[in-house]
């Protein structure tokens, strides 16, 4: 068997022993190398060229996000970064996974040693996906500037019918799955119905998440709070750590956040959401499977299919990880597979009632 082959990149001795240690135990991955700083890093890399490296956010003499640019622009590999518990280091860690790192594991400040022990299930689950996602070279220059609406463009939108109002959006993503959302957001009109996001996401990250989905969008982006209603022309995010799902409270749907035990080992869950938009949209919820690992919100999705909602998934070309994508199509829930720039455009149309192009439809 060949192992998968990791370069460990953290200017702490400590945090470098104890990810080395527990890469080791895996049978099936080899730490091959261990770096303090970026620079030692690049000749590591040339010289063994392993299949994942972990990157840390804050390193000396080179930062983590100059190094990964540089990287993903020149060799392009599979990335995961090692980030701190804070706003800062949610703030850094996103834009490194807009540049094209897969994932990310979030360290603790303090108790580093038993921190990173609690995690080395999802540490090496994570290397595991990153050396099999797709991972894209990050263009030189500039980055582009597709986030945000070309002048001129507002007009072009129709208004989207009245009845549209009814409807809800359920996205569900994992790996690869911030940039995904990004793509499917940022075009959605100001009128948009109601949108309602489970992204897998731990604490302390969803806040940092919505608060930059918001200053794309036109639509209003905010982490979901217990008991609101969920309006048009406003997205909802799963906090990290805690489920998101909906209920009805008169004519109104309202938002239900709650710590109930981990579903398909997630918590938030897209099986939580999802089975709620069955139960409760049916017919006027609109489905949206993105990237990710695993098989978490397929059966869900096919529950919504059967109460009578339309369903997009990824393409696999497209995708970062084609996991949770490829089980919602193996459990029959897609209407339609689309490339990931198609999706937006789908649904609008959809909404609009008028044609959006060619389509892969099941």
Avoid: W
Wanted: hydrophobic content about 45%; some cysteine.
């Amino acid at each position: 068997m060949n192992k998968i082959r990791v370069v460990v990149v953290d200017d702490s001795a400590l945090v470098r022993s104890l990810l080395s240690e527990i890469i080791n135990r895996q049978p099936d991955m080899q730490c091959v190398g261990a770096a303090s700083d970026p620079l030692v890093a690049r000749e590591m890399i040339r010289e063994l060229n392993p299949d994942v490296i972990t990157l840390d956010v804050e390193m000396p003499r080179m930062d983590g996000l100059e190094f990964l640019s540089r990287l993903m622009r020149l060799r392009p590999m599979p990335v995961v970064m090692v980030s701190t518990l804070t706003e800062q280091g949610a703030e850094i860690t996103l834009r490194a996974l807009e540049m094209g790192a897969v994932d990310f594991v979030a360290k603790p400040r303090i108790g580093v040693t038993s921190g990173l022990n609690e995690l080395s299930g999802d540490i090496v689950e994570k290397i595991r996906v990153a050396a099999k996602a797709l991972v894209r070279r990050l263009p030189s220059g500039p980055a582009p500037a597709a986030s945000v609406p070309a002048a001129g463009h507002e007009g072009h939108h129709r208004p989207l019918p009245r009845m549209s109002t009814e409807k809800v959006i359920c996205i569900g993503a994992s790996t690869g799955g911030t940039e995904a959302i990004r793509e499917v957001l940022v075009p959605m009109p100001a009128d948009a119905p109601a949108i309602v996001i489970t992204q897998h996401m731990p604490p302390g990250f969803t806040t940092s998440f919505a608060a930059r989905l918001n200053g794309l969008c036109k639509i209003q982006v905010q982490e979901a709070v217990h008991g609101q209603r969920i309006l048009p022309g406003h997205a909802y995010i799963a906090p990290g750590g805690r489920h998101l799902h909906i209920d009805r409270s008169g004519s109104n749907y309202v938002a239900v956040v709650d710590d109930s035990e981990p579903v398909n080992r997630h918590r938030p869950s897209v099986e939580v959401l999802f089975r709620s938009a069955a139960r409760v949209i049916g017919p006027n919820a609109i489905g949206i499977m993105l990237t990710g690992m695993g098989a978490d919100g397929a059966q869900a999705m096919r529950e919504m299919k059967d109460a009578g909602s339309y369903n997009y998934v990824q393409d696999e070309a497209s995708c970062v990880v084609f996991g949770m994508p490829r089980m919602a199509i193996q459990a029959g829930a897609a209407h339609e597979i689309l490339a990931l720039r198609q999706i937006a455009p789908a649904v609008l149309a959809r909404l609009a009632d008028s044609p959006a192009g060619v389509r892969h439809r099941i």
